[in-house]
C-alpha cells in the first residue's frame, strides 16, 4: 500500500511539473535545471521508496550496500530507456519497436535483481516476508523506472519540439510583419526612378525634388520601418513623401488632403511603423487615383476621447481591372497582426465600403 501511495504521488507531482502554465514559465527560463531537476527527484523518491522496501529483507549494512546497488543499476536503466529507446524508437514513430524493448528492459532488469540479490544479499524470506512479496516489489520498482524514465523522455522531447515549432512560427511571422512592414510597391519605386531619369534630360524642380522625396521615402524604408516604434511625426513624414512623388508624378494634380490636428502630440506618441502607411498605400493601390478623375484621397487624425483617431476615406475603383491585386489583402492582414502583438484590446480597426462609392478606414488606439 505504501509503495502505491508513493507512486501515485510521484505521478501527481509530475503531472504539477508538466502544468502548461507552471511548464512554459519554468522552460522560458530555466529549461535545463528543470530538467536535471526531474531526474534528481524521482531518484530521490525513488530511493526512499527502495530504502523501505529493502528493509523488510534486510539489516544494516548489508541494507545500505544493497539500496546503492540497486540505484546505480536504475540509473544505468533508466538513461538508457531516458536517452536511447525514447530517442531512437518512440520519436521515430517505431512503437512497436519501443513496447517490445522497453519491455525486454523491464524483464531483464527484473531477472537480474530477482536473481542477483538473494544470493548477494542475506535476505530475511520467511511466512510473513515471502519470495512473493520480494518478487512483487522487484517488478514494481522496474516498472517505475521504465516507466518514468519513458514519460519523462517522451514528454521532453515533444515539448522541446513544440517549442522549437512554436519559435519558428514566431520568427516567421516576425519576418513575415517585417517584410510587410519595409514593403513598397517596387513598380512604383522602379517606375519613380525612370520618371526621375527621363526628367533629368531637362533641367527641371521637379528632378530633384522626386529624388528628395524618394531619399525620404528610401531612408524610412531602410532605417525606421525597422524600429520597434517610431514617432507618428515620422509615420506622417513618409506618407507625405510618398505622397510627393505621386503628386510629382501626375503634376500636383491628385486629390490628396490632410486634416491633420492636435499636432503637439505627433513628436510625442509613438506607433509601429507602417501602420498608417500601409493604410495610406492601400487606398492609393484601390482609389484609381491619378486614373479616374474624380478619385480622392482624404486623410484625417486627432485625438479624440483619449484615442488616436486615424482614419482614411477614399474613392474606389470604378473598373477593377484599373487597379494593382498584388498582394491584395496583405496590408490589412499585416496591419491587423501588428496592433493585436502590440495593442491588444485596446484598439478599434474598422475598414468598410461606405456610400458614394466610397471607402472608410478608421484606426483607433486608447492612450495609455
Not at 533641367?203 to 520597434?228: F, P, R, W
Request: charged letters at 20%.
Amino acid at each position: 500500500m505504501f509503495l502505491l501511495v508513493n507512486i501515485v504521488v510521484i505521478l501527481l507531482v509530475f503531472r504539477i511539473l508538466f502544468n502548461d502554465k507552471i511548464l512554459k514559465m519554468l522552460m522560458k527560463y530555466r529549461w535545463g535545471f528543470l530538467l536535471k531537476f526531474q531526474h534528481v527527484f524521482f531518484f530521490f523518491i525513488f530511493i526512499l521508496i527502495t530504502f523501505f522496501t529493502e528493509n523488510y529483507f534486510l539489516d544494516a549494512p548489508e541494507l545500505i550496500w544493497c539500496v546503492l546497488f540497486i540505484i546505480i543499476f536504475n540509473i544505468g536503466m533508466y538513461y538508457l530507456v531516458y536517452y536511447y529507446l525514447v530517442p531512437q524508437f518512440y520519436l521515430s514513430n517505431k512503437y512497436p519497436q519501443f513496447i517490445l524493448y522497453a519491455l525486454i528492459c523491464f524483464l531483464v532488469s527484473s531477472l537480474f535483481r530477482i536473481l542477483l540479490e538473494p544470493a548477494v544479499f542475506r535476505m530475511n524470506f520467511n511466512e510473513t516476508l515471502s519470495n512473493t512479496k520480494f518478487l512483487y516489489n522487484v517488478y514494481t520498482e522496474q516498472g517505475i523506472v521504465i516507466l518514468v524514465a519513458s514519460f519523462l523522455g517522451i514528454t521532453k522531447d515533444k515539448f522541446l519540439i513544440e517549442q522549437d515549432f512554436q519559435e519558428l512560427g514566431e520568427e516567421k511571422e516576425q519576418l513575415h510583419l517585417d517584410l510587410l512592414k519595409s514593403k513598397l510597391n517596387p513598380h512604383f519605386l522602379l517606375n519613380t526612378l525612370n520618371n526621375i531619369y527621363s526628367k533629368s534630360f531637362h533641367a527641371s524642380e521637379n528632378t530633384s525634388e522626386s529624388i528628395l522625396q524618394l531619399s525620404k521615402l528610401l531612408q524610412y524604408v531602410i532605417y525606421d520601418s525597422n524600429k520597434e516604434t517610431i514617432s507618428i511625426a515620422q509615420e506622417f513624414s513618409s506618407i507625405k513623401s510618398l505622397t510627393g512623388l505621386y503628386q510629382l508624378k501626375y503634376n500636383n494634380l491628385l486629390a490628396i488632403s490632410f486634416d491633420i490636428q492636435d499636432e503637439e502630440t505627433l513628436e510625442l506618441i509613438e506607433i509601429p511603423p507602417s501602420i498608417f502607411l500601409t493604410l495610406f498605400e492601400n487606398a492609393l493601390k484601390h482609389s484609381a487615383i491619378g486614373i479616374e478623375s474624380d478619385s480622392f484621397i482624404k486623410v484625417s487624425y486627432k485625438i479624440q476621447n483619449q484615442e488616436i483617431y486615424f482614419e482614411i476615406i477614399n474613392t474606389v475603383a470604378k473598373k477593377k481591372i484599373l487597379v494593382n491585386d498584388d498582394n491584395s489583402g496583405l496590408g490589412n492582414e499585416a496591419v491587423m497582426s501588428i496592433l493585436e502583438k502590440k495593442y491588444s484590446g485596446i484598439f478599434t480597426f474598422l475598414s468598410t465600403s461606405i456610400e458614394n462609392n466610397q471607402y472608410q478606414t478608421v484606426l483607433k488606439i486608447k492612450l495609455s
